[in-house]
């Protein structure tokens, strides 16, 4: 389908990943120093886990993990993927369904290539009305 918006051409974003063996401190700075709020854990390429700002304030502030503690115990596994071919429409669902805000999105090989977040998908959607908007602008006008 041609018309069908895809994540590679639209709005995936980069992402950032580290391996499971990674401190949460060293996490913690990668995701300042690069403005994230997210992290995925990879193994030979291939998202294993998913570490939130929000997991690293909770193990460190109410659950006593170290500064030093792999992010491997910290990180939310199996982490849900979506394909990169996947339309706006299948993310929007499975983000419903899963309960979550941020997708890894994964080629056709299983191997990490983007990640889309509930913000993403609202600012692309928030861009589509407005284009529906001004299309229909002229038919609204009072004669």
């Not at 193994?43 to 997991?55: A, K, L």
Request: aromatic fraction near 2%; include cysteine; glycine fraction near 8%.
């Amino acid at each position: 389908m041609s018309g069908t918006i895809k994540f590679v051409e639209s709005f995936m974003k980069k992402v950032l990943a580290v391996g499971p063996t990674e401190s949460v401190a060293a996490v913690a700075r990668l995701m300042e120093q690069h403005n994230v709020g997210a992290v995925i854990i990879t193994e030979n390429h291939r998202p294993v886990g998913i570490v939130t700002d929000r997991d690293l304030a909770l193990e460190l502030g109410a659950r006593g993990a170290s500064l030093q503690t792999p992010i491997a115990k910290v990180m939310t596994s199996p982490v849900e993927i979506i394909h990169q071919d996947e339309g706006v429409f299948g993310a929007t669902q499975t983000m419903r369904e899963l309960n979550v805000r941020r997708l890894p999105v994964v080629d056709d090989d299983g191997l990490l290539c983007g990640l889309v977040t509930l913000d993403d998908l609202l600012r692309l959607l928030g861009r589509e009305l407005a284009n529906l908007t001004e299309g229909i602008k002229p038919e609204m006008e009072v004669k």
